[in-house]
């Protein structure tokens, strides 16, 4: 069988300093969050059939969560970033004399935005300031969004759609702060995760058919007690 060349994506250093270049982005399946590396395969830890005819499995076995986690490059930050916040004002300092990694913008840019105000600093939107430019095949566009399943961020940072096979610069990145939170966020914090994706045009179509076309596919499935999906539906997704 010919193996399917993969596609190109580059990231280009927008500085030679040392640090840049050791914050490079990496695939997102090494930054997965602490509590899926916790989290048990199975109910009590203890792997049984259930009287439904499956084993009882966790959401650690749910392929689709792992591949949303697991898709595309992950952006972390480059140094570590101090945040001192009193409930009302956010203020920043970061451990590197020679790089700006944070900037704000004015609440009169977004304050459309229905914003829980009891969550979130509503004063500003901070931006990540990111080294990197993106740089995708024609015709692949970059999907970037908060890192998906990484509960435990401080920050929650703005979803968008980019033609990184077009935008000459890098793309720097929106973010709200929560307004209780106060301390160091690490260096090489994941803040977002890049998915390239082909552009296409779509037109949606409502059909019917008979369920039993349906019913009979997922039928094959039932010849284990579990990783139904995984065995016969799942394509896998590499990135490196």
Known sequence: MKLKKPLRVEFIAT????FIRMSC??????????WYAKQSSY??????????????????????????????????????????????????????????????????????????????????????INPWIMRTPKGYSTLFTMPFHHYDLPFYTLPAVVDTDKHPIAVNFPFLIKKDFAGIIPSGT??????????DDWKAEFLTEPIEKSQGEFGRGQQKFGNRYKTFWREIKTYS
């Open 43 to 128: 109910t009590d830890g203890v792997k049984r059939i259930q009287e439904i005819g499956v084993y009882n499995h966790t959401i650690k076995k749910c392929m689709p969560v792992f591949d949303v986690m697991s898709s595309g490059y992950m952006f972390q930050t480059v140094c570590e970033l101090n945040v001192e916040n009193d409930g009302q004002n956010t203020s920043w300092q970061w451990s590197m004399d020679d790089f700006t990694a944070i900037e704000s913008h004015s609440k009169q840019q977004f304050d459309s935005i229905p914003i829980d105000k009891d969550i979130w600093n509503t004063e500003f939107a901070f931006k990540f």
């Open 15 to 18: 500085s030679e300093k040392d």
């Open 25 to 34: 982005p990496v695939p997102s399946i090494k930054s997965l969050p602490e």
């Open 190 to 199: 994941p803040f977002i995760q890049a998915i390239p994706f082909k552009r």
